[in-house]
């Protein structure tokens, strides 16, 4: 049975750029290949077929000889070879890098670079108060910092890194299995390509050294809790003079003995003497910048009831403005009366009717009645 064209494997046109061979092939791995069609001889040949099209296209001299030849300029030995369906020197693993990264989280070839630094998480507690004013403070940070021996190079002294023999110096290192080839990590240099052959005695060759570091934080106000602040490059150093990571700062609120927060709102719980709630008057509030605020509570005023102070809730992160703050008031019963007092509240109650001094208990009742009434029908 004849070879199908490569052209027509990749479906591309004969005189396809390389860009167009590359994003056809591309597809065609990505749709086809083996792991993710376990057991699928069909998709596992289609695979092999476009492997082995884009290994002669890619190619500037091969696929001038199969321009002129066809298939029978890699029969018997021909130029290029590329009909047996391998990777030679680059195939799929070129374009799974490009697509993915490289198998180890290395550059491919001319040395690739060691590890970033990890990056640190700092939780810190704050108050309702230093959340609404913002703050700045300092902190101390256990982590691992550029060793001062070495600059971070892990080479003793009046010695450096040497190129790794094991891998070129590319820091990656391929084998044959079967019919793929796969590239990994190289385990002499642990990807960096260099070896150090006199490590630093400060560092072991690391780079690197734990230690603790004080670090300035400013805490923007309006800030609510679970807030993430980035300080860049403050994190884990990483391994010989490679970049560190980031330290990120996790806020929390701790809970206000008074204030309940809403987002930019603010609550406020604020009990009340039963004259003020029955004849009306003048109280003042605590507020979240700790002043006192003034509320005027009309005659007949019942616990629940909300006052809305415009503004004076908490700052809204980088904006100019104000939540609001509500003080729900709950009217106090009296306690510990006098005998007076005591007269005084009987006197009360035999002037008048509950109906007109106590409209919503009067009311609940009727309530209560009409439902027995109901239920006896």
Not at 22 to 36: N, T, V
């Amino acid at each position: 049975m004849s070879k199908e064209d490569y052209y027509q494997t990749l479906g591309v046109d004969r005189d396809a750029d390389m860009d167009a061979i590359k994003k056809a092939y591309r597809k065609l791995a990505m749709q086809h290949h083996p792991d993710r069609n376990p057991d699928d001889s069909k998709s596992e040949h289609k695979f092999k077929e476009a492997t082995e099209a884009y290994e002669v296209l890619k190619d500037d001299e091969k696929r001038a000889a199969y321009d002129r030849f066809g298939h029978a300029a890699f029969e018997q030995g021909g130029p290029g070879g590329g009909g047996g369906g391998g990777f030679g020197g680059g195939g799929f693993a070129d374009i799974f890098d490009e697509m993915f990264g490289d198998f180890g989280g290395g550059g491919r070839g001319g040395g690739a670079s060691p590890g970033r630094g990890s990056d640190l998480r700092y939780n810190m507690e704050i108050t309702l108060e230093e959340a609404f004013e913002g703050k700045k403070t300092n902190i101390r940070v256990p982590t691992s910092v550029t060793c001062d021996g070495c600059k971070g190079s892990g080479a003793a002294s009046g010695s450096g890194p040497v190129g790794c023999v094991t891998c070129g110096g590319h820091g990656r290192v391929r084998s044959q299995q079967g019919f793929f080839t796969v590239e990994r990590t190289c385990p002499s240099c642990q990807g960096t390509g260099q070896v150090i052959k006199e490590p630093c005695r400060a560092c072991g060759g690391q780079g690197r050294q734990h230690k603790e570091k004080t670090l300035s934080v400013t805490i923007p106000a309006g800030v609510e809790d679970g807030t993430r602040i980035r300080l860049g490059s403050e994190g884990e150093a990483g391994m010989r003079g490679a970049p560190a990571g980031d330290l990120y700062i996790f806020l929390s609120v701790s809970p206000h003995r008074l204030f309940q927060r809403d987002g930019a709102n603010i609550h406020c719980r604020v009990p009340i003497p039963m004259t003020t709630a029955s004849l009306g008057g003048a109280i003042e509030v605590p507020t979240v910048e700790g002043k006192m605020a003034r509320i005027t509570v009309p005659a007949g005023t019942q616990t629940g009831q909300q006052f809305r102070l415009k503004g004076k809730g908490m700052n809204i992160l980088r904006s100019k403005a104000r939540g609001d703050m509500f003080a729900q008031v709950a009217v106090e019963t009296p306690v510990h009366l006098t005998k007076r007092q005591k007269e005084l509240l009987k006197e009360f109650e035999g002037e008048g009717s509950h109906e007109k001094h106590s409209p919503e208990a009067h009311s609940f009742f009727d309530k209560v009645k009409d439902l027995w009434e109901d239920l006896k029908e």
